[in-house]
């Protein structure tokens, strides 16, 4: 008898998980199905709403469910972590079917999980009961694998790769027990057994990683080469992994309801009598009521650990979260839904590489004579990594802050020599530029890309090297903004804006004066900027010609790599400011600066003691204000003209106005929409005296 653990034999079992439509249930079938070798398992009479996929975060299992959470006949699969590298597509075919693609080289292996309703469904109501209803639900079934399968059932599938082993000695009518067989894996690919290991956090043994620091051997090769770099990076990946502590999980459930279960498991094969099998329900009624009192227990555990140490709840409801989603469907272009790797991959190509595409030529003007920048002192350096937050994720090459802060006798100084002939020479080494990122969902339709927010997780070393950078030009910059704009200053929040918004209604109240004030939103502003409007813009406003060479350099090479599928898609970025950089915003800033200072708006606005106020800016939140309709609507036109010239565009959709008189105002044909109130920054601003809104949303009761 071969075992599944052998290269090119795969496991793969069925099961009937009766209604598996909650956490508790979930985490009590993945502590049933340790110790058992189960490649693929698929399961049947699901009841997990919605179609999609989960990473499991209390085992190594993937979790594919295919569902609409009106009926008991969902289907799904879950995929342990020897066979996740092949999973090419899952598709859920029908309410009762759904498939699971592996792709070994060429060949592909096609398991599908059919759920035939028994004689007793009630699925559909009591019709079904009828052996007519239930002959054509049978048929129906029958008909969707004939036309994947045909109707002769592939007799040209070439060498017959099953045993005739199964788990237990049940085969078939096993009253939901789990069924498994061995098969052999088409093709030549071989799959490589990993142990599942419980998942565990590290931490880092601060003096063993400062002694592995202190006995590395010092970089020798230029720190402006991708050898040096690499260098740097491999001492300090050594010394982590050297001082590397294992803190393992606490466990979801106590030992008291694992013991539990394992009578269960006992009591399972005992029930020859009616009384075996009352005692049996009872008893596993009671094994479901202590997992969920340990999944809630487990929960407050997290909080007042977060409380304790001085954690948010983000980390908390990270934790406590089943699994993590992956995207395994979008739709393309031409509104076709795809599923398997080579397909999403393209689709998220296509979408971004559109986005970041340059859409406006913008000619940068090189400066007559290039002042040559100071040298970045240490103590910038060291004071820059001082004010860098803990516990951010890692980039591509897995320096985490806190390495840096620990090893800052050793490696400031080498992170200073490299950041130092990273300006002289205006180069970076090859690859820290990169950023891998992660695709997010908001919320709305799944299948449309637009509704998933891409997290760039960028260098930690790169990020010290921009912050040290931004501490250099954030004076320059600052001294350049006007009071209207409050977005990213020292000594500026959104209070100044919305006091300045709420006077400004109230002198509208108490004079009886008109009043117009509109809400611009730009369509993705910090994605669609054009870089060379960027350089220009921090150019004229007094950046050394040296740090924006150094810039430049940056923007040309970094790529941006997906993770799709656990196969990373590169994308060229062409324009927009990067997502995740510190200096980011403070280039967005100054490029929207450059913007208007394009028009001519002295004469505009309302005059407040012998002032214009025309505009309140907070980073790319703009509020537009007039006394009267015309005026408005040319300030509107000349700001969006201006806009476009540097790749800015308003979406007129989202674009907002209030008003204390009746009035008409279009961007490029379409009409802006009037609206009473408005959430400006987190407030709500109304025109008319009405708090109730406000204070219904803030009620605890």
Not at 237 to 262: G, M, Q
């Amino acid at each position: 008898m071969f075992q599944p653990k052998e290269a090119g034999r795969l496991a793969i079992g069925t099961l009937n998980v009766r209604r598996l439509s909650s956490t508790d249930r979930l985490v009590e079938l993945q502590q049933e199905l340790r110790g058992i070798n189960i490649d693929v398992l698929a399961l049947t009479e699901l009841r997990w709403r919605g179609t999609g996929c989960l990473d499991l975060s209390d085992s190594e299992f993937r979790f594919y469910h295919a569902d609409d959470s009106q009926d008991v006949s969902g289907t799904g699969f879950l995929d342990s972590r020897r066979t996740q590298p092949f999973v090419e597509a899952f598709n859920k075919m029908t309410p009762r079917i759904s498939k699971l693609d592996l792709k070994f080289g060429r060949q592909v292996l096609r398991l599908y999980a059919v759920y035939a309703p028994p004689t007793t469904s009630t699925s559909r109501g009591a019709e079904d009961d009828d052996e007519e209803d239930a002959e054509e639900d049978y048929e129906s079934l029958l008909e969707t694998l004939r036309s994947e399968l045909g109707r002769t059932g592939c007799p040209l599938t070439g060498a017959r790769r099953t045993s005739a082993t199964a788990l237990g000695s049940h085969n078939a009518c096993s009253d939901h027990r789990l069924v498994r067989a061995i098969i052999q894996t088409p093709g030549r690919e071989a799959l490589h057994h990993e142990e599942k290991k419980p998942k565990e956090r590290h931490r880092l043994n601060r003096d063993l990683y400062r002694m592995a620091l202190n006995i590395a051997p010092p970089v020798s090769a230029s720190p402006t080469t991708s050898s040096g770099y690499a260098n740097l990076a491999k001492i300090i990946h050594e010394a982590a992994e050297f001082a590397r502590e294992d803190v393992r999980r606490e466990p979801r459930l106590s030992p008291n309801t694992e013991d539990l279960l394992k009578q269960r498991r006992v009591l399972k094969n005992r029930r020859s009598t009616a009384t075996d099998r009352i005692a049996f329900t009872e008893f596993n009624k009671m094994v479901r009521r202590e997992i969920r009192k340990d999944l809630v227990k487990h929960h407050q555990r997290l909080v007042e650990e977060a409380v304790e140490s001085n954690r948010g709840l983000r980390t908390v409801r990270r934790e406590a979260a089943t699994g993590r989603r992956r995207l395994i469907r979008l739709r393309d272009n031409d509104g076709n839904v795809c599923t398997t790797t080579t397909d999403l991959q393209r689709t998220v190509k296509d979408f971004y590489e559109t986005l970041y595409s340059s859409t406006v030529r913008v000619e940068f003007n090189e400066p007559e004579s290039a002042d040559e920048c100071p040298v970045l002192l240490q103590s910038e350096v060291e004071e820059a990594l001082r004010k860098m937050k803990n516990r951010t994720a890692p980039g591509i090459d897995n320096i985490t802050v806190e390495m840096m802060k620990l090893g800052k006798d050793v490696l400031v100084p080498e992170l200073t020599k490299l950041f130092n002939a990273c300006l002289q020479t205006s180069s970076m080494p090859k690859k820290m530029g990169d950023s891998s990122t992660i695709l997010l969902f908001k919320k709305d339709d799944p299948l449309d890309l637009q509704n998933y927010r891409p997290i760039s997780l960028l260098s930690c070393v790169y990020k010290l090297l921009t912050k040290v950078l931004n501490q250099r030009i954030e004076r320059v910059l600052d001294s350049e903004q006007p009071v209207e704009q409050a977005g990213f200053r020292k000594n500026f929040s959104t209070t100044d804006h919305l006091h300045a918004v709420n006077e400004l209604v109230e002198r509208s109240r108490e004079y009886r004066l008109p009043l117009f004030i509109l809400f611009v939103d730009y369509e993705k502003a910090f994605d669609s900027v054009e870089t060379n409007a960027v350089w220009n813009a921090i150019q004229q406003q007094g950046v050394p010609a040296q740090i924006i060479k150094l810039l430049q350099k940056i923007y040309s090479e970094a790529r941006s790599l997906i993770n799709i599928a656990d196969r990373l898609v590169p994308i060229e970025i062409r324009r927009g400011v990067r997502q995740g950089d510190t200096i980011s915003p403070k280039l967005f800033t100054a490029t929207l600066e450059h913007v208007f200072r394009q028009l001519q708006w002295d004469d505009v606005g309302i005059n407040i003691n012998g002032s214009r106020l025309s505009n309140l800016r907070f980073a790319d939140d703009v509020a537009l204000i007039a006394d009267n309709a015309q005026e408005l609507q040319k300030m509107l036109d000349e700001l969006d003209e201006a806009s476009r010239r540097f790749g800015l565009k308003i979406n007129a959709r989202k674009t907002k106005m209030m008003t204390t008189e009746e009035a008409t105002i279009l961007l490029n044909g379409r009409e802006i929409d009037q609206v009473e109130f408005f959430i400006y920054l987190g407030q709500e601003v109304r025109l008319l005296r009405d708090h109730s809104r406000e204070i219904n949303s803030t009620r605890t009761f």
